[in-house]
Every structure is written in C-alpha cells, then in structure tokens.
C-alpha cells in the first residue's frame, strides 16, 4: 500500500487537479481510494501567460525557463497542500502543464491548410519533475508522454490502461469519456471477452470544453470563463447544418490511434467557427449551442466510425461531464447507452485524472508498463516517466532516471 498525489491540469489551464490517493494491488487487483482532492486555481497573471505560449506567441529562453519554474512551484505547492493533515505521501505523479501538442501525422489539415506534418510526435509538459522533487521532498515522476512518442507513439491519451484496470465491467462494455478542454475516450470491453487487454481502445474525440470556453469569454466580454451547467447554451438551438460541415475536417475522419490539442482546436479554430457562422445569423445562444453540439456528435460519430460495437454504458468524468446541456445532447446521439458520470460507479468524475497519473507514477515506480501500443500506436509497452528520486542523503539530492 503506498500513498501517492496525482498532480493534473489539463487544455483548459483552469488550475491544478490535485489527488492524494491510496494504491495497493498491481494490475487485475489494482485498488485506489481517494483521500483527497482539490482544484488549485492558477495566478490569474500565470494562468494568462500559459495560454499566451500555448496559443503560439514567442517567447525567450529566459522567460520560457521562468514559466517553467513558476509552474513547478504551483503544482509543488499544490503537492504539499493536498497531503495536509494526511500520512505524507511517498510518490508523485505530475502530468505536469502541456503548453505543445504535436503528434505524429502526415499533412493534417484544417480548411485546406497543412497544419501538421511530422512523422515523429512531439509533446511538452513544463512544471519540471525535478524541481517538483526538490520543492516537497518527494520522489516524483514527470514527463509521462515521451517514452511512447519515442516508441513512435501519440503520447496520448495515456489515461486508458488506467481505466481498464479501475472501471472495466465484468459483463458491460463501457465507454470511459473525459471531456476536459481536449475529449478522449477509453473503450473497454467486458472483462470475459476474449483477451480482453487487447481489445482496449481509446483516442482523443475531438474539442471538449475547449472551443466553448473561449467563446463564452469572447460572448461575455470576459465576465465569463465558462458556461456553467452549460445553462447559456441549453436557451439556444444548434445549427445542424454548421455541425455538419465541421465534422467533415480531416482530424474525425481519421482512424486512431489519433490525439489532438490546442493547436488545431485551439483560438483559430474558433475564429473560423464564428466565421462560419456568420452565414446562419445566430444568437450568441444558438452559436454556444451549436458548439456544444460539435462536442456531442463528434464524440457520437466517432463510436460509431471506430468502436467495434456501441457501449451499454458511457461514463463522464472531467469538467464536462458538470455540463449538464452537454450530457443532455449526448444522451440523445447515444440513445442506446445510459449517459452518467464515473461517479456513479465509484470513481471521482473531477479528479479521475489527477487519480491516473498518481496510478501512472505508481506503476513506472514498480516499473509496470503505462501505455496501450493499440491506443497510441507505439511500438510496444512500455513504463512511462522519468523518475526524479529524493535520496535518504536530504532534500537537495535528486537522482534524475529517464525512462
């Protein structure tokens, strides 16, 4: 039995989920209970810098290594935070900030324009694990996403193993669906199918809360940072025929293994979103309406284009599943499964997340590997971060082990 803190933010830079878990158990008798969980929002002038460099605008070297520190220091702060009044934990797992996202494609497009083409994928999480190490006086694993982009992976979504393991059903197939700023889902059979491991699948849907979110703050001229309960949206009407022709971009077409980011759904996006919408005269209701239906049918379209069968279950987890307009919409493109949140069986809806990358550290500290090959398309399992360790010898002593 081992305590360990997950430590997650995710697309949206809402702040850092913070999870102080209890493991025991390995693989089939993996066994989790969350002792604790928190949202540390972010330093609303950090918060804004974050998505300044996500959204592309240069930056120096000697900036870019302040950013790097500073953030370290908040998801140290939010280590130290969540564990107090607890046994002290003995592992962190830190996700840490993704500020790039590039996976390995050939001439991905978005209204005709090449915007990716790589045959390696590329992805950069700053809030180093070392200093996170040094700041708590706890061992920690970090940079989770490069072992399996060096094993020609995506490097995402690295959620579903952890899934398999915590949510599968003895009889039920199920759909695990995360709806933070980016969508994934993790597919998982019922445990008595046949190899069931390998029958596992998962991909990133598409935008989650993302484009919504960026455009309740242009809506509101900043008063809003997000559409609570998705109740702004629930008084408009989606605009089908929009719907329709967003779908037809490259990236839903695309088989998995597949993962996205801000850089194509991202503030471009939207400015094409609100262009072509221009065309249909909506109200800032019907157009947050109709972005929330995008989410709902491109997670709906891609079960069916790519699952071998629909699910009996779809469970919500991430921010998203607290939309309640959102849920509402999905419900009615997935009629024949039941639409709830991983709360409903056991498992927190808002730190699931966090509770995976603590599982995640927890596993690369066991050396147990952490990836899917058939979810990412890396060429073979592997453990996944490197592990910075804080020696009997005192604080200021870290070990630096690459995967």
Not at 235 to 255: I, K, M, N, S, Y
Request: with cysteine; glycine share 10%.
């Amino acid at each position: 039995m081992m305590h360990v803190i997950g430590l997650m933010s995710g697309t949206s830079v809402d702040g850092i989920d913070a999870a102080l878990v209890e493991i025991s158990g390995l693989e089939t008798d993996l066994q989790v209970k969350l002792l604790a969980g928190a949202t540390y929002p972010y330093p609303e002038t950090l918060r804004s810098q974050i998505l300044t460099v996500g959204a592309g605008e240069p930056i120096s070297m000697a900036e870019f290594a302040a950013l790097d520190d500073a953030i370290a220091e908040q998801f140290a702060q939010a280590a130290l935070a969540i564990q107090a009044g607890y046994t002290p934990a003995e592992l962190i797992g830190s996700h840490g900030q993704t500020v790039y996202h590039r996976p390995p494609q050939t001439n991905q497009r978005r209204n005709d324009k090449v915007v990716s083409s790589s045959p390696l994928g590329y992805s950069l999480q700053l809030g180093r694990g070392a200093a996170i190490a040094h700041l708590t006086g706890i061992s920690t694993v970090s940079n989770f996403r490069v072992a399996d982009i060096a094993a020609g992976g995506q490097g995402a979504p690295l959620v579903p193993r952890v899934d398999a393991y915590l949510l599968s059903h003895a009889t039920q197939s199920r759909c695990v669906q995360n709806i933070g700023g980016i969508g994934n889902v993790t597919y998982l059979p019922a445990r008595s199918t046949v190899n069931w491991e390998q029958q596992v699948r998962g991909w990133d849907t598409g935008p989650g809360n993302m484009l919504l979110d960026l455009a309740v703050q242009q809506l509101s001229q900043g008063a809003k940072t997000y559409d609570q309960d998705g109740a702004w949206a629930a008084t408009g009407t989606p605009c089908q025929a929009l719907v329709e022709q967003w779908l037809q971009q490259d990236f839903f077409q695309q088989a998995p293994p597949k993962s996205t980011g801000r850089e194509l759904f991202g503030l471009d996006y939207l400015k094409d979103c609100f262009a072509d919408a221009g065309r249909y005269q909506l109200s800032d209701a019907d157009f947050l309406a109709t972005l929330t239906e995008l989410t709902a049918r491109s997670i709906a379209h891609s079960y069916g284009a790519f699952l071998p069968q629909l699910p009996a279950q779809v469970l919500l987890c991430g921010g998203g599943s607290r939309n309640l307009y959102l849920k509402q919409r999905l419900q009615v493109h997935l009629p024949s499964a039941s639409v709830i949140t991983t709360d409903e069986v056991g498992l927190s809806a808002d730190f699931k997340e966090a509770i995976a990358f603590a599982v995640l550290a927890y596993w690369r500290h066991h050396g147990i590997p952490g990836n899917l090959p058939q979810v990412t398309g890396a060429a073979k399992a592997i453990a996944l971060g490197e592990i910075h360790l804080v020696t009997t010898s005192g604080r200021d002593s870290i070990e630096s082990h690459p995967h």
